[in-house]
């Protein structure tokens, strides 16, 4: 079992930048498959980035198109996170931000992922 928990987010003008953390309880994400989605209200909660680690090397990222260059996923070792960096936000960056892992094969599809944190709420004013 794999306890995920969220942080970081909060209200940010537009073109500000916002770190969102996720940890994971009681291990490491050491070749976890973790993804960050995102659910804007009335949506469909989508795939927003995802990497999969073996110690401290990436061998996986993706990201959604819309994000690309924007935003960053890192783990913190010594934290024993997995963070998503986001700058220039925009209003239509605006959801409830979901961490998520699985053991499976990366994927963008959320129903791949076995895991979820509780979300962290991203607000971005123009």
């Known amino acids: 079992q794999v306890q995920l928990v969220e942080s970081g987010g909060g209200l940010v003008q537009a073109g500000g930048s916002l770190r969102l953390s996720c940890s994971a309880s009681?291990?490491?994400?050491?070749?976890?498959?973790v993804g960050w989605f995102r659910q804007a209200p009335g949506k469909e909660r989508e795939f927003v980035a995802g990497a999969t680690w073996s110690s401290s090397y990436v061998y996986y990222t993706d990201y959604v198109e819309s994000v690309k260059g924007r935003f960053t996923i890192s783990t913190d070792n010594a934290k024993n996170t997995v963070d998503l960096r986001m700058n220039s936000l925009k209003p239509e960056d605006t959801a409830v931000y979901y961490c998520?892992?699985?053991?499976?094969?990366?994927?963008?599809?959320?129903?791949?992922?076995?895991?979820w944190g509780q979300g962290t709420q991203v607000t971005v004013s123009s």
């Open positions: 998520a892992a699985t053991y499976r094969s990366p994927s963008s599809t959320k129903d791949s992922y076995d895991y």
């Open positions: 009681g291990r490491t994400f050491n070749m976890l498959n």
